[in-house]
């Protein structure tokens, strides 16, 4: 072994240079071997997490990032997107992920999924991943609990509740009517985009008397470059689209915040919109109600309201345009409609509309087929025990909609647009088996507003018009749904019936 001292004339020893390079090599090795067996550790912890019981079958993924990648991967078919449907293969109906960091069980079993909404406030409560919080606002009505929560949700039911939604039917049906007649005379219209621009215009109206020709800022470009970088991987770096993304909610943000402030200074006489009547509340001696919250329920509401309903009506149309004979079917339905109506009454009365069985039972197999939400997440409040598994406190829970309505347990020929399927069913909301407007307390207050929308389009487009597509019509699902290339339709006018 090499000498680490030498000795001094004096006849003291010490440290050789060879020593010295000894030393720092061992206690270089000592800390090199620490870090190493720490990351190790760290990492078999992040692959193997701590629980009281036995987790649910699954992978964490990579460290930081766990199963991100994987999750937002484009897929091109109306089938369960292969994220879940592998793992599905895999692990059975409940699995565990890891997405932006955070661990997360997903579920598609029917009891399970019930289980959640039933017990929504209690054993679980709503939560979205902080890239979502970021998008939505940090004051969002989906990350508010209890009584905020409850509150919230009678503000909205004033504006989408039953009786309003009748006062309004003439309304939705006129800008329908017109937006039909204005697109007869184009060579082609992108469906997607048209029904976003005509839905987008009839609620920011409600909502906010928004007219775009008569404002300096087109509050409707902002929420496009909202939705594009919705959807994608949270990477917040100029140039990307989630950037962009939440450059167009600062940009809608700031447009909601002047209008309120200039509301202020000049209040109206009457309520007229939805903006008056959230002012009125912001403004009352001992109100819950915060100036966050109410422009973050605001930008909320402005979005839902549009994206996701011509989501829907494009995917409708698509649908009929695959299927002739459901086509038929529902244009008989609207013709006797109008031939029982006579000439006593030019426009939709609410009657007719709680009258259209078929129409109901296509926009049941549109939202199920077309699967617009891919996930709805809660968070447990504390440990869970199912069905032989544990789940943490504190872990993310994603319910799968698309698992449930694609399951050919409960659906025959599952991918097949069916309409019939529905016949004689009454849903009022959610089931275990159908969950396309949410479930438990937070199902969707907007549902009736959407069938709404859908159901007087459709009578509109079935009875005024004739179409055939034109190009486009493919589907991309990261997991959300597009149509990257649009939907080209071509319009002409029908004849009177």
């Not at 011509?310 to 008989?332: H, I, Q, R, W």
């Not at 319910?399 to 399927?421: E, G, M, S």
């Amino acid at each position: 072994m090499p000498c680490l001292f030498k000795m001094t004339p004096d006849g003291t020893s010490q440290y050789s240079e060879f020593g010295h390079l000894y030393l720092i090599k061992m206690w270089a090795l000592f800390f090199g071997a620490l870090i190493i067996i720490s990351i190790a550790h760290w990492i078999y912890r992040w692959r193997n997490p701590i629980c009281n019981g036995t987790l649910p079958p699954g992978s964490m993924g990579l460290p930081f990032i766990g199963e991100t990648l994987q999750f937002f991967a484009p897929d091109t078919s109306c089938d369960i997107h292969p994220f879940v449907r592998d793992r599905m293969k895999r692990y059975g109906p409940i699995f565990r992920t890891n997405l932006v960091g955070r661990p997360v069980v997903v579920s598609t079993d029917p009891d399970l999924n019930y289980f959640i909404f039933q017990q929504e406030g209690k054993l679980f409560q709503s939560w979205y991943p902080d890239t979502f919080t970021e998008i939505f606002g940090r004051q969002n009505v989906g990350s508010l609990h209890g009584f905020m929560y409850k509150y919230l949700k009678n503000m909205v039911l004033n504006l989408f509740g039953p009786e309003s939604l009748k006062k309004m039917l003439p309304e939705v049906e006129q800008t329908a009517s017109k937006r039909l007649q204005l697109w007869s005379h184009h060579e082609s219209v992108e469906l997607k985009e048209a029904t976003a621009t005509m839905i987008f215009d009839l609620t920011a109206k409600k909502l906010i008397s928004y007219d775009q020709e008569n404002s300096s800022e087109n509050l409707r470009d902002n929420f496009v470059a909202f939705i594009q970088g919705l959807i994608s991987f949270p990477l917040d770096i100029p140039g990307t689209a989630y950037h962009e993304c939440l450059q167009g909610r600062k940009k809608a943000m700031r447009m909601l915040k002047n209008l309120l402030q200039e509301r202020r200074a000049n209040p109206r006489k009457h309520e007229s919109d939805f903006f008056d009547y959230m002012l009125e509340e912001l403004q009352k001696e001992k109100t819950i109600l915060t100036e966050e919250i109410a422009l973050d329920l605001m930008f909320v509401l402005l979005f839902a309201s549009f994206e996701t309903t011509s989501l829907a009506l494009t995917s409708a149309v698509k649908f009929l345009s695959d299927n002739p004979l459901v086509l038929n079917k529902l244009t008989e339905e609207h013709e006797i409609i109008l031939r029982n109506r006579g000439n006593a009454n030019p426009g939709l009365t609410w009657k007719e509309y709680k009258s259209m069985k078929f129409t109901f039972q296509v926009i049941n197999e549109t939202v199920r087929l077309a699967n617009i939400v891919p996930g709805i997440f809660r968070k447990t409040l504390r440990e869970i025990h199912f069905k032989g598994y544990t789940i943490p406190a504190g872990w993310a829970v994603m319910v799968c909609p698309p698992a449930v309505h694609l399951n050919p347990a409960k659906y025959d020929d599952p991918l097949a647009f069916n309409p019939w399927r529905w016949k004689g069913t009454e849903l009022n909301g959610a089931s275990k088996n159908f969950m396309a407007f949410g479930g438990g307390m937070r199902f969707c207050v907007g549902t009736e507003f959407t069938k709404v929308q859908m159901a007087v389009f459709l009578h509109c487009l079935v009875t005024k018009s004739r179409w055939k597509p034109i190009k486009g019509g493919n589907i991309v699902r990261t997991p959300g749904l597009q149509y990257p290339s649009g939907y080209h339709i071509q319009l002409t006018e029908r004849a009177n019936i």
